[in-house]
Nanobody, 121 residues
Framework: QVQLVESGGGLVQAGGSLRLSCAAS????????MGWFRQAPGKEREFAAA????????YYAEFVKGRFTISRDFAKNTVYLQMNSLKPEDTAVYYC??????????????WGQGTQVTVSS
């Protein structure tokens, strides 16, 4: 079993930055690909970014390419999502996930509780 806890969300103005963290307990994250998904009010959960087990490969949705960067720290058993140039349409609850990945919701077995990101215009 893996327990995932996200942090780092908050309120930021358009053009600003946030860094989300996903800390794991129960098992090392090196066994899993890691992903970040997001869900805006009234919308389905969508893929944002993912990173392979080794950290050598990263994957991004088109709408975050060039703005978001996913990374992992094996020593800290933590995955990060650096979000720059934020837009109001990035407003959503962001979820961390662990599993086989990288692209699809059902490729992940473990999920965090989510952290709210709100971008004001």
């Amino acid at each position: 079993q893996v327990q995932l806890v996200e942090s780092g969300g908050g309120l930021v103005q358009a053009g600003g930055s946030l860094r989300l963290s996903c800390a794991a307990s129960g098992r090392t994250l090196s066994s899993y690909a890691m992903g970040w998904f997001r869900q805006a009010p009234g919308k389905e959960r969508e893929f944002a970014a993912a990173i392979s087990r080794s950290g050598s490969s990263t994957y991004y949705a088109e709408f975050v390419k060039g703005r978001f960067t996913i990374s992992r720290d094996f020593a800290k058993n933590t995955v990060y999502l650096q979000m720059n140039s934020l837009k109001p349409e990035d407003t959503a609850v962001y979820y961390c996930a662990a599993g086989n990945g990288p692209w699809k919701f059902d490729e992940y077995d473990y999920w965090g509780q989510g952290t709210q990101v709100t971008v004001s215009s």
